[in-house]
């Protein structure tokens, strides 16, 4: 037992904070460090391959929105899972706590914080989640996805690092694949919608794909993500107009299908963008609308900077806007190739050692000074 090194890493039950807590707990694990995941049930569905010692359930609720009543029973909730994660962290004794977002990982913070055990965020979007911006005066460390980090009191500056977003191995993996050739004259589309598929992009894409002249549509190749209920019916579209293209609601190799794409529609989460830049693909998104911190569109704006991206806002992403945008593709395909290579210089592949860098640093710092 004397060469143990526990930490604790926790973060809500969704992809997007569940896959950049799994690439630094593999960085982390390759340390010799030992793992404890602290999350919620909806875990089951990521976390089956999380390289944890242990995965530990979290009692959390959200405190925004709804009736008086549910606020406070949600922060009755956060309290009751707090006092839960204190008997943990006790018994595990983690040498850090790294948060990844969520409400879920609010009550390990705090039951970190009050036990002064190290702590360390990480803020995979543009502008911070309500729960890090609640937890960020009371850790020791700030790691941050994007280089601008917005809707943070400037007076917590100095405990800002920016790291990057740690990526899944086949993200790495799929990174070292060239830019498709376009000398054959098709163009390969990848559509994703995220985790849960976006009902938006199955409405418009086959639509637009409807209005392009015959010509430019037979250079086209679809790989499309579509929620399970739209599914068949973009497949049908598809095969009546004579386009060469696969449907399925889930591809469990993304990253690689993003790699053989010349042109990506998405959305703007987190982990989608950093992909999109370790990568190095370029990509039409269309940010998530009515977000309450407008994390997307932050996103989506930040990546658009370097040339790699158009923005559209869902409202004005219409089928006739998408047919200019796609015959302008096909008829030009030196920019996105220029497109690519500036989404390449965006990218951090590095994320998640430069993290567990930032993890060890404050590991180090908080044993110096207790």
């Known amino acids: 037992m004397s060469g143990r090194c526990p930490v604790v890493v926790a973060a809500g039950g969704t992809g997007g904070h569940l896959f950049p807590a799994t690439a630094l707990s593999h ?90 055990v190290p702590t360390l965020l990480h803020e995979g979007n543009a502008v911070i989640g309500r729960a890090n911006r609640f937890l960020a005066s009371r850790v020791d460390a700030i790691a941050q996805g994007f280089e601008v980090l917005g809707g943070l009191p400037g007076t917590l500056a100095a405990k800002t690092h920016l790291t990057g977003n740690p990526v899944r191995p086949m993200v790495i993996e799929a990174g070292r694949m060239a830019f498709p050739d376009c000398s054959a004259g098709k163009l390969r589309i990848l559509v994703t919608g995220g985790s849960q598929g976006a009902a938006i992009f199955s409405d418009i894409v086959p639509a637009a794909i409807e209005l392009i002249p015959e010509a430019a549509r037979q250079k086209l190749i679809i790989v499309q993500q579509a929620r399970a209920e739209d599914e068949e019916t973009v497949r049908d579209t598809y095969r009546r107009l004579g386009v060469d293209a696969e449907v399925r609601s889930f591809f469990s190799d993304l990253p690689i ?83 690519a290579a500036a989404a390449k210089g965006a990218g951090i592949p590095d994320a998640a050692e430069r993290l567990a860098d930032l993890v060890q640093s404050v590991m180090s710092d908080k044993g110096k000074n207790p």
């Open 257 to 339: 299908r993003i790699a053989q794409a010349h042109l990506v529609i998405a959305r703007a989460g987190a982990s989608t963008v950093s992909e999109l830049a370790v990568i190095g693909r370029p990509a039409i998104l269309v940010p998530l609308p009515h977000a309450l911190d407008q994390d997307q569109a932050a996103n989506a704006k930040q990546f658009a900077a370097t040339g790699a991206a158009i923005v559209v806002a869902q409202s004005a992403f219409s089928p006739q806007w998408l047919v200019t945008v796609l015959v302008e593709a096909v008829a030009d395909a030196a920019s996105l190739a220029r497109r």
């Open 27 to 116: 960085a982390l694990a390759a340390r010799g460090m030992e793992v404890h995941l602290f999350t919620d049930e909806r875990a089951a569905n990521y976390g089956g391959d999380f390289p944890a010692h242990a995965i530990h359930k979290v009692t959390a609720a959200t405190p925004s929105g709804g009736t008086l009543f549910s606020r406070a029973m949600a922060i009755f909730t956060l309290i009751r899972g707090t006092v839960a994660a204190r008997r943990l962290v006790k018994r595990i004794r983690p040498r850090a706590v790294i948060g990844f977002g969520g409400y879920p990982t609010v009550p390990p913070l705090l039951a970190a914080t009050q036990l002064r």
